[in-house]
Nanobody, 129 residues
Framework: QVRLVESGGGSVQAGESLRLSCVVF????????MGWFRQAPGKEREGVAG????????YYSDSVKGRFTISRDSLRRTLYLQMNSLKPEDTAMYYC??????????????????????WGQGTQVTVSS
């Protein structure tokens, strides 16, 4: 059974950085797309970043472009989200997601939740001003 486990969340001041990690358990192939999403209290889940199976094609929401970087280490089956210049509005629960063994869309669809079939439990990020 596939599991996604996030870590790296925490509480920081505005302008600081965090790196989130997401480890994939139960799937050994590198044929999958992954993404990061976030949800703040009272708001809908928002797509933040997505990465294609080639591990080099990436997509970002306008709200994080230039500040966040998504990457993956296929050998370690780990997805990362480097978050720089954090703002209070980045405060949310962050989730990683994956879709395995299927033809992912090499497009902005990778930051839409409908693209993904597996989800982690989330890690909280809190940014204070």
């Amino acid at each position: 059974q596939v599991r996604l486990v996030e870590s790296g969340g925490g509480s920081v001041q505005a302008g600081e950085s965090l790196r989130l990690s997401c480890v994939v358990f139960g799937y050994t192939s590198s044929n999958y797309c992954m993404g990061w999403f976030r949800q703040a209290p009272g708001k809908e889940r928002e797509g933040v970043a997505g990465i294609y199976t080639d591990s080099t094609t990436t997509y970002y929401s306008d709200s994080v472009k230039g500040r966040f970087t998504i990457s993956r280490d296929s050998l370690r089956r780990t997805l990362y989200l480097q978050m720089n210049s954090l703002k209070p509005e980045d405060t949310a629960m962050y989730y990683c997601a994956a879709t395995f063994g299927t033809a992912c869309s090499k497009s902005l669809a990778l930051i839409r939740s409908s693209e993904y079939s597996s989800w982690g439990q989330g890690t909280q990020v809190t940014v204070s001003s």
